[in-house]
């Protein structure tokens, strides 16, 4: 590894599995700290172990990101653990489907609570060490938030409502020197698309839909949040990087497959 993140100190949410682990464990090997926060205790109490085993630095922490008190607990207790705060990655992610028509309103809030709410709380509290260190955020946002597909309208709403969140922050951080920018994910083969497409021929079903023909994997979409959050992109902030294989940009016209 190249050491991109040496002496930085980084907090990743959502990461005891797929994008988030992937992008911990990455951060770690590029020489940053790593706070992994989630819900699930021992999945990131394993990674961590995996981290520091390896020589890297690492912390788990287990919080409800939605909790105005316990966010700001997190970066408290990072900046007493490591001594200040470089990085945040707001990764964390609830997609609760249903149809538009007969959405129960509470399902529909827990969407822009993770996706929304959750990422402006982890925000507002890291700013004063951004500031300090001319920091970086890297959200991680969808495809759905730009592109509309049925039974999914309040994961898209809160999506769309992230990349919006991160346009206006890298407006008014600029001037203080912290860069805020989002990955724009398509398909990952994370334990969550494995859950909804079981079989290895729904997924290479999937896989043939992409223009790049295949599902992405989850150190793809951590390599991009790795390059954002480093200095790598010091002069790049306000932007929406797409990690989705072509799908954003492709016009599907329903005609026939193009072949070479």
Partial sequence: MTQQLQDKVAIVTG????????????????GAAVVLCARR??????????????????????????????????VTDTVADFGKLDIVVNN??????????DHDLADWRKSFEI??????????????QLAQNQGAVVNVSSICGDLATPGVAAYSAAKAGLQA?????????????IRVNAIVVGVMLTPATEAA??????????GRSVP???????????NAILFLASDEASYIT?????VDGGRAVELNSGAADWEE
């Fill in 15 to 30: 990461a005891s599995s797929g994008i988030g682990e992937a992008t911990a464990r990455r951060f770690a090997a590029e």
């Fill in 41 to 74: 205790a021992e999945l990131l109490d394993n990674i961590v172990a995996d981290i520091e085993a390896a020589g890297g630095r690492a912390r788990a922490a287990c919080v409800d990101i939605t909790d105005e008190g316990a966010v700001k607990a997190l």
């Fill in 92 to 101: 964390a992610n609830a997609l609760v489907p249903g149809m538009l028509a």
């Fill in 115 to 128: 996706a929304v709410d959750a990422p402006m709380l982890l925000m507002r509290e890291a700013h004063a």
């Fill in 165 to 177: 969140m991160t346009r206006n922050a890298a407006i008014e951080w600029a001037k203080q020197g």
């Fill in 197 to 206: 497409i079981p079989d290895e021929a729904g997924q290479q079903a999937t």
């Fill in 212 to 222: 790049i023909g295949r599902i992405g994997e989850p150190r793809e979409a951590a």
């Fill in 238 to 242: 306000g932007v929406e990087l797409n």
